[in-house]
């Protein structure tokens, strides 16, 4: 386990720096208004990669985790949805590319980065395949390499003294390239033919029964006939709890940006992009431990092993508040210091708006561990109704913080936002995954590690 989350983890280090560097190269290459746009609309982009992705990867997680390799039948289908929404929201970027005319460079720079969409979305779609296949170094793998070459777009870019728009169209090339590797890596999991992590080998299967699943079912195959994918009504209700749960998370990483860049203009817009960049790095390593590595084993012993589920509740968001708590505060006297010196003098006021986003990182923490069991406690729509309240509470905020005190209201908005939602996912998994089960002790988990760690995984 051990193992499998540092790989991950300098993975993930590795997309940080990349993520950063990148960055920092565009911020003293570009004047800060044509930075500021430009991560603007990467934001806007950003936004809608749950909807073009439409929920199907941790769909995957949830129906393999609880059916095997009977879910299967699921990939034709979710595989479908994913390319009409994808395709959809393609033309939608595109359109708002069009709209942006007779201002060349600009309309330019948004249908660039149009592929950024496709390529999210084949991102998660492939990233879900290497979890449910166990192969935690091929998915380390996907995640660093586009990072890597934006790092060489960007290190062009600063080089040659390039443009925004030839930024963009590098950035193009690296999203066409990361959806061709994606689809390479996912071509064995499309035939149905993948080993899965945590179930029978493929000889084994046929004699193993098919597991009560908590998403809708298709109804049971005739015998020998191979089972039928789900309903288009039953794959979409399954899917769009995911969906929303995710659009809600990105408002919280994104949206401050693109209202800042619309009411305070691309200047002010950046001097919030570069705070948000390094809170969006910071927030890598819950979602390592949690989407990456646990939630597929949090589906599984939702059924099977109760004890485990108990332990990642009282262990698990106890130590990611207490390691958020530390972040944080490297975070706040760090960026004092290191956002001048990064990205230079122009960038002097972001500072501060860093110390106070760093006060929204051991919400972020905690709120990720106990939504994790949410998501695989059968809770899901109940999570997602709360991500609902706080994406509210952060929009409300931000109409009234960003007129009245700028990009420093955008940042105490986003704090207020991340609190309330810690708290109210905090008391639903309270309430509905522990209930008034026995929490386990100290020495619990460490004869969990020690002896049964094999069993959980």
Known sequence: MLAQVGLLGLSQAGVTVAAFGSQVLLARTLTREDFGS?????????????????????????????????????????????GAACAALLLGVLAWSVAELPDTTAAAVRALLATVVVAQAALALAGSVRQLRGDYRGLSALQLAPHLGRVLVTGAVWAAGLSVVAAAAGYAVVAVATVAACLLASREFRRGAMPLEGHPAPAARAAVPAPRAAVP???????????????????????????????????????????????????????????????????????????????????????????????????????????????????????????????????????????????????????????????????????????????????????????????????????LAEAVLCCLLWVAARRGVVGDAPLPTWRDLRRRLSREAPRAS
């Open 38 to 82: 430009f991560t603007a609309v990467l934001a806007v982009v950003s936004l809608t990669a749950p909807v073009a992705v439409f929920g199907v990867s941790e769909l995957w997680l949830q129906v393999f985790g609880q059916e095997g390799a009977r879910a299967y039948r699921w990939v034709g289908p979710s595989l479908r949805l994913a």
């Open 217 to 415: 079912a298709a109804p049971a195959a005739p015998a020998g006939d191979v089972d039928t994918g789900p309903r288009p009504r039953e794959l979409l209700g399954a899917a769009t709890p995911y969906v929303l749960g995710n659009v809600c998370y990105l408002l919280g990483i994104h949206f401050g940006t693109v209202l800042a860049a619309e009411l305070l203009g691309g200047a002010e817009a950046a001097l919030l992009a570069v705070p948000m960049a390094v809170l969006t790095a910071v927030y890598l390593v819950p979602r390592v431990v949690y989407q990456q590595y646990l939630l597929g084993k949090l589906h599984r012993w939702a059924g099977s092993d109760a004890e485990a589920v108990l332990l990642a509740y009282r262990w698990g968001s106890a130590g990611m508040v207490a390691l958020g708590a530390v972040v944080a505060a490297a975070v706040a006297v760090g960026g004092l210091v290191a956002l001048p010196l990064v990205f230079g003098p122009a960038y002097r006021d972001a500072a501060p708006v860093l110390a106070v986003l760093a006060l929204a990182v051991p919400f972020r923490f905690g709120g990720a561990a106990v939504a994790a069991l949410l998501t695989s406690g059968g809770l899901l729509r109940r999570k997602v109704v709360y991500q609902a309240v706080g994406a509210v509470v952060l929009l409300a905020a931000l109409a009234v913080a960003v007129p009245a005190w700028g990009v420093r209201g955008a940042a105490g908005a986003t704090v």
